[in-house]
């Protein structure tokens, strides 16, 4: 599995990004698809996961009602969609992948099997 983020940049405060997934290699709708970010000086966190049904969704509590995970298995394409972007969410964004079948949990970074290069995120202020 290969996975290849996109989107990151530089926006103000407020503003809004999207952040882009896209897997390869395996059939993407097996797939649970997570975000997790790195900042400056800090230990990496959980942001968002999608379970592979697209049913059930789950969100750090500082990105809620901010930010939106979704999935198009058409494209074979995860989506994190971030708005009202503050300071604080300046960090490098992960996107992640593990297998249906692999009963983690989805807000334990140690789950996921397939992770991304990262992509930058800046918000300034």
């Known amino acids: 599995v290969q996975l290849q983020a996109s989107g990151g940049g530089l926006v103000q405060a407020g503003g809004f990004l999207s952040l882009s997934c896209a897997l390869s290699?395996?059939?993407?709708?097996?797939?649970?698809m997570g975000w997790f970010r790195q900042a400056p000086g800090k230990e990496r966190e959980f942001v968002a996961a999608m379970k592979w049904s697209g049913k059930n969704t789950y969100y750090a509590d500082s990105v809620k009602e901010r930010f939106t995970i979704s999935k198009d298995n058409a494209k074979n394409t995860a989506y994190l969609q971030m708005g009202g972007l503050k300071p604080e969410d300046t960090a490098d964004y992960y996107c992640?992948?593990?297998?249906?079948?692999?009963?983690?949990?989805?807000?334990?970074?140690?789950?996921?099997?397939?992770w991304g290069q990262g992509t930058q995120v800046t918000v300034s202020s």
């Open positions: 992640v992948a593990d297998n249906r079948y692999g009963g983690g949990d989805l807000y334990r970074e140690q789950t996921y099997e397939f």
């Open positions: 290699g395996r059939t993407f709708s097996d797939y649970n």
